[in-house]
């Protein structure tokens, strides 16, 4: 799927320098940018607060990228460097008030020996593998878990762009010279190679330079964006161009991959996403300084919010006054509760609750009523029915009889 819309920016946000590649978590609570002086900036959405920037590359940062498991930011730059940084360590407060000589990374690779254009990883945690693609014509094969190089691809041209398949069986780069190499990943492959160090096959159909490369989440599908101002659809088995999609404001520099949701992206009935009436709230504009907190050399603790607490049970001590344990309990149960838009959902929840309550206890109470209604019309006063029918007969039957006894009688 492409989309092609107009950039519409609901919050702009002005960082200390021009920032490269940025990169998210899933759940889009942190993130990261590269700056041009190889500095990384790591940001909490949510506030926009900054709450890490280091000096991690001596050259401008190209890429950088979330591990499969979100625990580790892996970096890349033109200074040749892959870096693999512990998110655990870069968000701890504790350490964030040392000197940034102590944030190390976990591992440091440094065998490029050209500026890193692209960092795809595997699956597996930490033994997953890491690759790497470079403008000096290899993409290099890392092992997270030994810290040490693998394999090296040498491909006959620069490579812009580099995508694993989802099985991991083969890595596809997208070149300089507008054609995608497939390189099989497994060692020991027993496929001839057509241009040499495993290189098993070629998608030529761009006329310009590949720059990006994603894969469809069936693992069939390589989509590629080129220089060319064209986007291709690839079918990896046949080798052969689906459809081509043709952006002519610009050559295509990113593309990502995502699944269509059931019910569309835009559908008749849906709010636009510039309409003044939307739902959500927008986060706050990144902040371009970290704040001072806590333990900071120099830190005031004036500057800091206020917070007044009313204060109504206090007590006296040597001509002292402190709040009881008690009355600061309750204020702060009162702070958390007094205009909290969550305690009054809560109340409204709570009130539903009792009045569906109620409702049962109504039909409850119907029901009863019924039933005895029906016990007393047809038991009771069916019962008394038959005894005054029962009566009836008999006093005929009598009569009956008194009237055979004078007729007797007479004769």
Known sequence: MLLCLQPQPEIKSFPVEPIGPVACNSDGTYFVGGGSSGRIYLWEV????????????YKAVTRLIFFDDESILISGAEDGFIKAWPLLLALDEEADGQAESHFQPLHSFSAHTLPVTDIVTGYGGCSAIIVSSSLDFTCKIWSLALGVILRTIKFPAAVNAAVVDPGEYALYAGCTDGRIYIAALNVGITTDSICGDGIIGT?????????????????????????????RVWDTVSCQVLRIFKHAKGP?????MMPLPSRGIFSDNQVSFHNKGRSFLLPSPLKKYREPRAGDPGYDISNGPSVILPSQEIDSVNGGCFN??????????????????????MELERLRSEYRRSLHMIHQWQQVYQDLHYFC???????????????????????????????????
């Open 203 to 231: 998608l030529i159909d761009h006329s310009r330079a590949v720059t990006a490369l994603a894969f469809s989440m069936d693992g069939v599908l390589l989509v590629s964006g080129s220089e060319d101002c064209t986007v």
């Open 324 to 345: 009881t344990l008690l009355a600061m309990k309750r204020q702060i149960n009162e702070l958390q509760h007094q205009g909290s838009s969550t305690s009054i959902q």
């Open 377 to 411: 019309v047809t038991e009771l006063m069916g019962d008394n029915k038959a005894g005054e029918d029962g009566e009836e007969a008999d006093r005929n039957n009598e009569k009956g009889k008194k009237g055979r006894g004078k007729a007797t009688g007479r004769k």
């Open 46 to 57: 949510a506030s926009g607060r900054l709450l890490r920037a280091w000096s991690a590359h």
């Open 252 to 256: 295509i520099s990113s593309l990502i």
